[in-house]
């Protein structure tokens, strides 16, 4: 019995280490903050696209939470290619992001309810500046999208302003 338990409590541990990465950009308008590291569920991925003069596929993580937004991707130190995070919003608004507790330098790109990338910011860590020091990216017109890739995505693949973005299946919807 007690070399089950104990392999029971080694496969936990393991698996617990496969469940993903740290969170990063933090939302300004969310009002909370949060500094703890924790884990992301691979399980809320999705597939899409952005689709300019070719169709170039990514792989997001959703963040259709207040918690999830929030914390987006701080700690992060790195993510593989083509891969990101979607903030995903009840209503289209203006949004506005920080870079607090983010470790790598990121593309936030802004998409209108119907799809259409709205504007493109190229965000840099601030790793020792307060609050109020940090600079704030944000929406040229109201979004409800918000997807986080590595900085130079946008400008290695095309995608500016009237990009279209199309989710592969169902839109993610927002969780309270």
């Keep these: 019995m007690r070399v089950t338990a104990a392999l029971l409590v080694a496969c936990l541990v393991v698996l617990s280490g496969c469940l993903g990465g740290l969170g990063s950009g933090e939302l300004l308008q969310s009002g909370k903050q949060s500094t703890t590291p924790t884990t992301t569920d691979t399980e809320s991925n999705v597939s899409a696209a ?20 929030a914390r987006g991707l701080m700690f992060r130190q790195s993510m593989p290619q083509n891969h990101g995070m979607v903030f995903v919003f009840e ?13 790598m330098p990121l593309d936030i790109i802004f998409i209108a309810p119907n799809g259409t990338v709205i504007n493109v910011e190229h965000a840099d860590p601030q790793p020792n500046a307060s609050d109020s020091e940090l600079r704030s990216y944000r929406s040229d017109a109201p979004a409800k999208y918000v997807v986080e890739m590595k900085q130079g995505f946008a400008n290695r693949t095309g995608i500016k302003p009237g990009t279209k973005f199309v989710f592969d299946g169902d839109r993610p919807s927002v969780e309270n």
Excluded: C, G, H, I
């Excluded at 209503?91 to 470790?103: D, L």
């Design 50 to 69: 952005f689709v300019t003069d070719n169709r170039t596929a990514v792989t997001l993580e959703v963040a259709n939470s207040p918690d999830e937004r």
């Design 91 to 103: 209503e289209a608004q203006s949004q506005s992001f920080w870079m607090k507790n983010t470790k």
